[in-house]
Nanobody, 123 residues
C-alpha cells in the first residue's frame, strides 16, 4: 500500500492550488481517504475526508467553504482543491488511508500515511 501526495509549493494569499494523492496497492473504492496537515510547532490535524464511494465528504471548520475534496476512481487519485488560501494554511499536507468517520477522530484511524507535500502561503 502506498499513497503519494503532491502539488504543493509556494502560493500567494488567495491562491487556489490543487493537491493530488495518488494511491497504489489496494482496492481504491473500498477505503476512505483523508487529508491532514501539520503546521510548524503544531499537531497534525484532519482537514478533510472522503468516503470510498465519494458520496460522503467532511471538512474541518477552518477550511469549510474554501476546500473541496474529490476522488477519481479511474486514476485511483484523491484531490484537495484549496481556494482562498491564507497564511495560516501553511503546513505540510499529508494524505492517508483509514477507517474515517469524522474529522474529529480521523487521525486515530489512519492505517497508511503518504509522504507529505509542503504548502507555503506567502506573498
Amino acid at each position: 500500500v502506498q499513497l503519494q501526495a503532491y502539488g504543493g509549493g509556494l502560493v500567494q494569499p488567495g491562491g487556489s492550488p490543487t493537491l493530488s494523492c495518488a494511491t497504489y496497492g489496494f482496492t481504491f473504492d473500498d477505503y476512505p481517504i483523508g487529508w491532514f496537515r501539520q503546521a510548524p510547532g503544531k499537531e497534525r490535524e484532519g482537514v478533510s475526508l472522503i468516503s470510498g464511494s465519494g458520496d460522503f465528504t467532511q471538512f474541518a471548520d477552518s477550511v469549510k467553504g474554501r476546500f473541496t475534496i474529490s476522488r477519481d476512481h479511474a486514476k485511483n487519485t484523491v484531490y484537495l482543491q484549496m481556494n482562498s488560501l491564507k497564511p495560516e494554511d501553511t503546513a505540510v499536507y499529508y494524505c492517508a488511508r483509514g477507517s474515517f468517520l469524522s474529522i474529529a477522530t480521523m487521525i486515530n484511524w489512519v492505517d497508511y500515511w503518504g509522504k507529505g507535500t509542503q504548502v507555503t502561503v506567502s506573498s
